[in-house]
Every structure is written in C-alpha cells, then in structure tokens.
C-alpha cells in the first residue's frame, strides 16, 4: 500500500521536476528562472523526505534543513543581484 | 489505517508540487507565477512531512520534520517576496490587462515629496 504510494508519489515528482526545468530553460527574464530554482529545490526537498521514509529516516533529515537554508540564501543572493542590474 | 492516511497525505503533496510547476507555465507575467511557486509547493511540502512523520513514527525524526517544515515555511515565501519586489522595482514587464499600480502611485508619491 504504502510503496505504491511511494511510486506514484515520485514519478510525480519527476513530472514537476521537468516541468521547472522546462520553465528555467524556456523563460523570459531572470525572475521566472529564480521562481523555477526555487521550486526545484522545494521539489528536492520533497523527494529527501519520501526517501527517508523508506530509510527510516536517519541522516537525511539533517540534510532537508540544511538545503532549505541554502536554497534560501541563493535566492537572497541573486534578488539583491536583480535589484542592482535589472532584470534582462 | 495509519498507513492509508499517510498514502492518501504523500500523494497530495506530489500533486501540490505537480500543479505549482503546471503554474509556472500556465501565468502570464512574473508575478502572478510567483503566486504559483509560493503558496502551493510549501503546502504540498507540508503533507510531506506529516507524511513522513507519520510513516517513520520516532520522536527523533518528527522533531527534525517539524523544524526543518518551519525553516521552509518561513524562509521560502520571504523569498519569493524578495525576488518580486526585485523584479517590480527593475521594471520586469507587467501584464497589460493590469489597471490599478498602487505600489507604483506610492513609489511616485514618495519621489514626488524628495524622500
């Protein structure tokens, strides 16, 4: 029951994965390719945590809060770098 | 019973994701998309953890679920606002069906007074 539902679960996320990777490669200005980033990342994270499931969950959560972090410094980062350059 | 609820909860969250990604696509400017990115995949997010903790059921585990869950609910949306507010004030191209720019009248009123 549950591993189905851990299937169905990641080929859903390999669809919404492709399709933020879609929207990086194919986007108009630099704000459209942060919002995909940053949806990958929450994808990423979304995916560490179906797998701890099926590890019992040891490490891996560690890494979930330390990922957040980074994903949110990044995009601190280049949103002060738009500020400064426009958005071309 | 607690398996099928968990079930039930993972799958949701995978379709949260799969429908903010659908709504990158499918918005016509930067930031109604951002809307898309912002407010569904944090919940989705959050089925996940329940999830998960529901799944793994040890006290050391739902405690790293639930601070890494609020570290993403609070720093995620703060960015999002961020990289908007960059792309509104650098003149990223609006939707021309927009009529009312109170923020930029405010902007305006601010230059206008030579603050």
Sequence with gaps: MFEVAL????????VAATLAIARIVVAESIPDRI??????????????????TRRDGDVFLDVLVVTSLIGFLATVAVARFIERRGSR | ??????????????????????????????????HAA???????????????????AELDSTFKMVVALALLLITFPTGVHMVVRAAYRSGTELNQEIE???LGDALRALDDEGG
């Design chain 1, 7 to 14: 299937t169905i679960y990641f080929a859903t996320l390999a």
């Design chain 1, 35 to 52: 919002l995909g980033l940053d949806l990958l990342v929450v994808i990423s994270l979304m995916g560490i945590a179906g797998d701890a």
């Design chain 2, 1 to 34: 019973m607690t398996e099928v609820v968990s079930s039930v909860l993972l799958v949701t969250g995978g379709l949260l994701a799969l429908l903010s990604a659908v709504g990158l696509h499918r918005f016509r400017d930067a930031i109604a998309r951002s």
């Design chain 2, 38 to 56: 912002g407010k569904a995949a944090p919940l989705g997010a959050t089925f996940v953890a329940v999830a998960a903790s529901l799944q793994i």
């Design chain 2, 100 to 102: 009312v720019d109170e």
